[in-house]
C-alpha cells in the first residue's frame, strides 16, 4: 500500500525547481493564499507559475532593479518583445515603457496596485511570464547561480519527437499541423487573437462560450472581445434549441465558439458533432481543448477547426514543464492563413523546455492507460460512499452518450473526478493525504478545491456563491486528478478522510 507523504506548506510537486503545482495542505492555507495572507505566502516559493512568479524570475527582477536603476519601478520578464508590446497595448494608456536586456524582455511601470492586478491578470491568462528554465540559463550566465539544476532530456531534435508523438496521437501526418506554444493558455490565446484578426475583416467579432470552462479561457473571452456583446455565454452545454438560437442572435458577426470537452472542472460532454455543423454552418470557426482528458482518450479532430491543447497535463506528466499545443487540422478552412498567422503570434515553447518535454512524453501513452483504470475504481467507490453527494466524470449520465461518441476505447475516461461532498469541506480537505495543490495530469495524484484556487472572487461573496450554486457549481466542489499510484491507495487515503 503506497505511502502518501505530508506536503508541508509551499512545498514543491514535485520537489524539483521547475515543479508546476505546490503544497496547501489546509484549507486555511488555501484562503490565506487566495487573499495574500502575509503567513501563508512566506512559504510559497514556487507554484503554479502563471498564478505565482517564480523564484528565479523574482531574482532576475531583483538583480535588474539594481543594476538598472528600476528600484521603485515594477518589472514584468516576458517571454518575448511581442508578449511586451502585447501587455503595454492592453495596460494602455497608463504609462509603460519595454526595457530589453541581455536578451530577455521586460514592460516597466511605476509601482501601483491596480495596474500591477491588471498586467499580472494579463499574463497570466496569456502564459506571457518569461519561462523559468530560460530564467534559470540566464542567471547562470550571469553567475548569479552556481550551476544549473542536473535534469533528465532530450537534446536531439526534441521538438521533431514531441510533434512525431503528438501527430500520431492526432492521426495527422502532416507535422507542420502543430505548433508548440509556451503553455497551453498561450494556445488558446493565440488561437483566440488569430481568429479574432481574421473574422474581423468579414465582419464577424462574436465568440461563443460553451460550457463552464476554465479560468483563463473565460478570462480571455472577457476581456480580449472588443465589446461585452461580442462574447457571449451558454453554460448549458447540452442544449442544442438554445445554442440554436444564440447562433440566430449572432447572425453573419459570428467569429467562433470555444469549448472543452470535457469541461473543466464539471466534466460535461458537448455534442461536438452536431454543434460543430451548426457553427461551421453558421461561418464560425470550432476550437475545441481536450486537456481534461487528453487526447489519447478522445478524437475530436473531425468536430474541430482548430485543436488548443494543455502539454503540461499527461505529456509532461512529471509535473515541471509548462507547455502547450495548437494543432491546426487539414479540414480547417483557410488552413494555411491560419498557420503562418499563428506561427507569427504564439509564444514558441523555450529550448529546454522542449528538451524536459521531449523526454517525460515518452511515458504519455503508457500511463494513460493506467490512469484510465484507476480512476474507473475510485469512481466505483465515490459513487457508493455516503459522504459524497454527487460525482462528475467523463461517463456521467448525462454526457455519456456525447462522450462515447467521440472517445477511442470503452476504458478512455481519463484522470479527472470532481465530487460534492455531504459533510463540511475543511474536515475532508485538512484530513486527505493526497497531495494538495493546483495543476492536473501528473503522475501524482493531486486534489484541490477548484472554485477556491480558479474563482475564489465569486466564492468568498455572498451573492455570488449564490449565483454558482444556481447556476449548478457547487462552491465546495472537489477536483481530483488521479496519477500513476495504485487505485487502492487513492482509494484508502480517500476513505480515511471521509471517514
Known sequence: ?????????????????????????????????????????????????????????????????????????????????????????YLHPEPSRIIEKEGLCSLVHSINPTLYLQARSFLQHTGGFLSSRQAEDYLFSKGLLDKLQPEEAVTDAPETKIKTILGRIYGIQNLDSILLTSSGMNAVYSTFKTISTHQKKRGRSIWIQLGWLYLDTMEILRKCTERDSDHKILLNVFDLAALDQLLAECGNNLAGLITEAPTNPLIQTPDLEKIAGRVRQAGGLMVVDPSVVSPLNIDILPHSDIIVNSLTKYAANEGDVIAGAIIIPSHCPQRDIFRESLQDTIEPLYSRDQARLAFEIDDYEKIIPQINTSTAKVVTFLQNHPGIRKVYWSLETESTENFQKIARSANAIGSIITFELTGNLSDFYDRVSLAKGPSFGMKTSILCPFMYLAHYNLISAPESRAKLIEEGLDPDLIRLSIGTEPAQSIIKALDEALS
Open 1 to 89: 500500500m503506497t505511502h502518501f507523504p505530508h506536503r508541508p506548506l509551499g512545498q514543491r510537486i514535485p520537489q524539483k525547481l521547475h515543479a508546476v503545482s505546490c503544497s496547501l495542505p489546509r484549507m486555511q492555507d488555501v484562503i490565506g493564499y487566495e487573499e495574500k495572507e502575509a503567513q501563508t505566502l512566506t512559504h510559497i516559493c514556487s507554484g503554479y507559475p502563471r498564478f505565482v512568479i517564480h523564484s528565479l524570475l523574482e531574482l532576475i527582477q531583483k538583480n535588474w532593479a539594481e543594476r538598472f536603476g528600476l528600484t521603485n519601478q515594477t518589472i514584468w520578464l516576458t517571454s518575448s518583445m511581442q508578449m511586451a508590446q502585447d501587455l503595454q497595448t
